[in-house]
């Protein structure tokens, strides 16, 4: 089995946080768990990675981070908010993907080069 | 989970200890238990936990831009490959087990030698010349015995030279292992640091209370005034030089690092005047030879220790030059 460069994929760890994040808040080990359910395991984030995106993230202003406490078991966490900023960043994203794929998608021979 | 932490410590034993490098180390921490934890509730075993964790923790390279330490993190790896030097635990508790021997011996060595004058001041039947003579063999057999344990401590010591030589660095389980051994040997040391004071301190009272009772043998009083300040010393010199070693181990890393957390905090006083520093650099020594010369030239031990206080007051207003 194939699996996922991490050079291809970096410039879209960004989208796929802001994805997560369009409804609720949410924080590191949440979005890393879902990132890997919703790929069916095909895709998982390395936690400094994770860490550096949500760095990143926030210092463009696309996201807010605010500390509160688990719903469950009131654990202390770091929590991630998506910004309005981060909302229209995300379209932009978007419609990149949308085009990226267009054009990826016409050089890619549909017999796999078999 | 111990594992995981020790893991995490030790990645950032050697990042600048800044606010940015804290928050990331904690993010991080807070990740992999969220991971951790989760794995363990779906039935993993601990080391299948603490496996999966660390294999899918990722490289800091990663964080080194946002962390405003990717200088730091290429300066790093230059000096692992340039020999930067890791000091493992065993080599630690090797260490250790040598700085406490050499400190007895060179403490035993201090002892001898204040003692080593003592076969003047016995008194004994016998010859004039033959007291002499047995006296000043005493003498030297305690100074022979002393250089030698001098020469011994010297010796065991001299495998660890490279502290000093090369850049050395210890892990962070290693420095919290040096850290709780100092903080139990803490109770122990200040125990020999008081009892060894006050040993100084009495030490006068033999003389004192001997001459008084039996006028015609003060010698043995001063006798035990040696001793009694010889075992103080002892104890001083003991305790210092056991502490140091700890001190030393946990200097190793750089104060400005996070794995230089356990540095010793106390402040290395720093004098702005270049003078006063080299002057300060002997001024305990001094202070102490003239105390010591007043004390056995006027044998006026009631006044003399004013020195002590004179000379605490005049360090402070030296400090403020």
């Given at each position: 089995?194939?699996?996922?460069?991490?050079?291809?994929?970096r410039?879209?760890?960004d989208?796929?946080?802001?994805?997560?994040?369009?409804?609720?808040?949410?924080?590191?080990y949440e979005i890393?768990?879902r990132?890997?359910?919703?790929?069916?395991?095909?895709?998982?984030?390395?936690e400094?990675?994770l860490?550096?995106?949500?760095?990143?993230?926030?210092?463009?202003?696309?996201?807010?981070?605010?500390?509160?406490?688990?719903?469950?078991?009131?654990?202390?966490?770091?929590?991630?908010?998506?910004t309005?900023?981060?909302?229209?960043?995300?379209?932009e994203?978007c419609?990149?993907?949308t085009?990226?794929?267009?054009?990826?998608?016409?050089?890619?021979r549909?017999?796999?080069?078999? | 989970?111990?594992?995981?932490?020790?893991?995490?410590e030790?990645?950032?034993?050697?990042?600048?200890?800044?606010?940015e490098?804290q928050?990331?180390?904690?993010?991080?921490?807070?990740?992999?238990?969220?991971?951790?934890t989760?794995?363990?509730?779906?039935g993993k075993?601990?080391?299948?936990?603490?496996?999966i964790?660390?294999?899918?923790?990722?490289?800091?390279?990663?964080?080194?831009?946002?962390?405003g330490?990717?200088?730091?993190?290429?300066?790093e790896?230059?000096?692992?490959?340039?020999?930067?030097?890791?000091?493992?635990?065993?080599?630690?508790?090797?260490?250790?087990?040598?700085?406490?021997?050499s400190?007895?011996?060179?403490a035993?060595?201090?002892?001898?030698?204040?003692?080593?004058?003592?076969?003047?001041?016995?008194?004994f039947?016998?010859?004039?010349?033959?007291?002499?003579v047995?006296a000043?063999s005493?003498?030297?057999?305690?100074?022979?015995?002393?250089?030698?344990?001098?020469?011994?401590?010297g010796?065991?010591?001299g495998k660890?030279k490279?502290?000093r030589?090369?850049?050395?660095?210890?892990d962070?389980?290693?420095?919290e292992?040096v850290?709780?051994?100092?903080?139990?040997?803490?109770?122990?040391?200040?125990m020999?640091?008081?009892?060894?004071?006050?040993?100084?301190?009495?030490?006068?009272?033999?003389?004192?209370?001997?001459?008084?009772?039996?006028?015609?043998?003060?010698?043995?009083?001063?006798v035990?005034?040696?001793v009694?300040?010889?075992?103080?010393?002892?104890?001083?010199?003991?305790?210092?030089?056991?502490?140091?070693?700890?001190?030393?181990?946990?200097?190793?890393?750089?104060?400005?690092?996070?794995?230089?957390s356990?540095?010793?905090?106390?402040?290395?006083?720093?004098?702005?005047?270049d003078?006063?520093?080299?002057?300060?650099s002997?001024y305990?020594?001094?202070?102490?030879?003239?105390?010591?010369?007043?004390?056995?030239?006027?044998?006026?031990?009631?006044?003399?220790w004013?020195?002590?206080?004179?000379?605490?007051?005049?360090?402070?207003?030296?400090?403020?030059?």
């Amino acid at each position: 089995m194939s699996s996922i460069s991490s050079d291809i994929i970096r410039g879209y760890n960004d989208t796929m946080i802001l994805y997560l994040l369009w409804d609720a808040p949410s924080y590191g080990y949440e979005i890393s768990k879902r990132i890997r359910n919703l790929s069916e395991e095909k895709y998982a984030i390395k936690e400094t990675t994770l860490y550096s995106a949500f760095t990143r993230l926030e210092k463009n202003g696309f996201v807010e981070s605010f500390a509160d406490s688990d719903m469950v078991n009131g654990k202390r966490r770091t929590y991630y908010r998506i910004t309005e900023q981060g909302r229209q960043y995300y379209r932009e994203k978007c419609a990149e993907w949308t085009l990226t794929k267009e054009v990826v998608e016409k050089f890619i021979r549909q017999d796999g080069g078999m | 989970m111990e594992t995981i932490r020790n893991y995490l410590e030790t990645m950032f034993a050697s990042l600048p200890n800044t606010f940015e490098v804290q928050k990331a180390k904690n993010e991080l921490l807070q990740m992999m238990e969220d991971k951790y934890t989760e794995l363990i509730k779906d039935g993993k075993t601990e080391n299948e936990a603490v496996g999966i964790v660390i294999s899918e923790f990722g490289n800091l390279d990663e964080l080194a831009e946002e962390l405003g330490i990717s200088s730091f993190v290429i300066q790093e790896n230059q000096k692992t490959t340039g020999g930067y030097r890791n000091v493992t635990l065993a080599e630690v508790k090797d260490y250790l087990h040598d700085r406490t021997r050499s400190a007895y011996a060179v403490a035993l060595g201090v002892f001898l030698c204040i003692i080593s004058v003592c076969g003047y001041l016995v008194y004994f039947r016998g010859g004039w010349h033959v007291r002499i003579v047995l006296a000043t063999s005493f003498m030297f057999i305690a100074i022979a015995a002393a250089v030698g344990l001098f020469i011994f401590a010297g010796f065991v010591m001299g495998k660890w030279k490279f502290f000093r030589e090369r850049a050395c660095s210890v892990d962070f389980a290693t420095a919290e292992y040096v850290h709780n051994r100092r903080e139990s040997f803490r109770v122990t040391r200040s125990m020999m640091i008081t009892i060894g004071v006050i040993l100084c301190i009495l030490s006068v009272l033999p003389v004192i209370v001997v001459g008084s009772l039996f006028g015609w043998s003060i010698g043995f009083g001063v006798v035990l005034m040696f001793v009694f300040v010889g075992i103080g010393v002892f104890l001083l010199v003991a305790a210092e030089n056991v502490n140091a070693g700890f001190t030393t181990i946990l200097s190793l890393n750089k104060r400005g690092t996070v794995g230089g957390s356990f540095v010793p905090s106390q402040k290395q006083v720093t004098y702005r005047n270049d003078t006063i520093s080299k002057v300060m650099s002997v001024y305990w020594l001094t202070v102490t030879c003239i105390y010591l010369c007043w004390s056995f030239l006027s044998f006026d031990w009631h006044i003399t220790w004013i020195v002590w206080v004179i000379a605490a007051l005049v360090q402070q207003m030296l400090k403020a030059l």
